[in-house]
């Protein structure tokens, strides 16, 4: 097994070294599937699963890449099906590489497992001697794992006071900390506003300013409880909480979430072979307009102008939607796994 690189520097001094320390970090774990002792516990349940099979519509004898393997649900249920054919299963998050390891153990080779961003996607097949590809998935977004360990700081409403941390990769600098103490709250203001879809972003970012002015934020239940006193009472939907649009915004920042995204799908497109299927699954809109976005100008080839009388680029699609419109959970699913309720899935076939 090849150790996993770390590149893990100290705190960032600004937003750009702390851009460029994440985009470097990782490293690439092809780790076999060997179980660990040490694996942690990993509950998730996968959102879709007969869905996403389906769509995917598997080769028994295909090389599929599941890019975000989390606790291996959907993994596993490829690698069921697979008889000659191989799995690459990414995760930038060492737990969930272990669990995964623990998981897909049974399925011996077949399986590779890949400690690293999936927007690495290209130069991950590259070393594994991948040229072409049957399918890919990608499930957007944090695990339940991650949201449920309470001393990764992704919570909001977790009783327990943890560390503002919120990476999924461990190996990356930027943390949870390092953005609500560190940003300058114009800069706060337009996360919170553009990556929580916030309306009361403005008051948040003056009340985490105004704080942090006396003494640095350090966990989760304070910002918790700061956010909560900057929203008006009784302006947060019924059922919702008000530091959740905020926790989701910081997370999206701290872990770059939505930069890799159009990356990672055009770099599996190009490796998908003809009749190969891309399937993506997404929990909020701002990933879904980008994937939506993405396989749209992917299915319509060409860039021209709309007021061009012929088409002069010469770009063909390469695309075909499976489905018309995103496949969402079904109600049975829903009442088993209520984080499913945004989920969306899109599947698009290479021609
Ligand atoms: C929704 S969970 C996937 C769950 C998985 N499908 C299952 O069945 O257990 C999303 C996972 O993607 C991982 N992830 C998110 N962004 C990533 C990225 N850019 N590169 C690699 N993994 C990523 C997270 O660490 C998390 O484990």
């Known amino acids: 097994m090849t150790a996993s690189a770390s590149n893990k520097t100290d705190k960032p001094e600004t937003r750009d070294t702390a851009r460029a320390a994440r985009d470097n970090s990782g490293g690439t774990d092809t780790g076999g599937t060997e179980p660990s002792e040490n694996a942690p516990v990993f509950s998730h349940l996968p959102v879709m699963l007969p869905e996403t099979i389906e769509g995917l519509r598997i080769d028994p004898d295909g090389v599929y890449v599941d890019g975000t393997a989390g606790g291996g649900g959907h993994s596993s249920a490829i690698a069921e099906r697979l008889s000659g054919g191989r799995l690459i ?11 995964c390891r623990t998981r897909l153990c049974k399925f011996g080779g077949k399986v590779t497992l890949v400690e690293d961003n999936y ?12 040229d072409e590809i049957d399918g890919a998935l990608f499930d957007l977004g944090v695990s339940s794992h991650q949201i449920d360990t309470a001393s990764r700081g992704f919570s909001y409403s977790s009783p327990e006071p943890a560390p503002l941390d919120m990476r999924m990769s461990r190996s990356d600098s930027l943390t949870a900390y390092d953005v609500v103490n560190g940003y300058g709250e114009d800069e706060l203001r337009r996360i919170i506003y553009e990556y929580g879809e916030e309306k009361f972003a403005a008051k948040i970012a003056r009340r985490i300013a105004e704080k942090r002015a006396t003494t640095p934020i350090t966990t989760t239940t304070e910002l918790s409880e ?27 920042e701290v872990n770059g979430e939505l930069d890799g995204i159009e990356p990672a799908i055009r770099a599996a497109v190009e490796r998908l072979r003809h ?11 701002l990933e879904d307009r980008i994937v939506k976005r993405v396989f749209a100008e992917l299915e319509r080839g060409c860039v021209c102008p709309p007021d061009f009388p012929v088409c002069v680029c010469g770009r063909t699609p390469t695309l075909r939607a499976v489905h018309k419109k995103p496949i969402t959970a079904s109600d049975a699913e829903l009442s088993a796994n209520p984080r499913a309720r945004s989920a969306k899935l899109r599947v698009a076939e290479k021609l």
């Open 119 to 130: 927007r690495n996607l290209s130069p991950i097949l590259d070393s594994l001697g991948v």
């Open 89 to 99: 299963s990414i995760d930038r998050d060492a737990e969930a590489i272990a669990a």
């Open 226 to 252: 700061l956010i909560k006193s900057a929203v008006p009472k009784g302006s947060v939907e019924r059922g919702s909480h008000p530091a959740k649009r905020t926790f989701q915004a910081i997370r999206i």
């Open 275 to 285: 009749g190969g299927r891309i399937a993506v699954i997404t929990f909020h809109s």
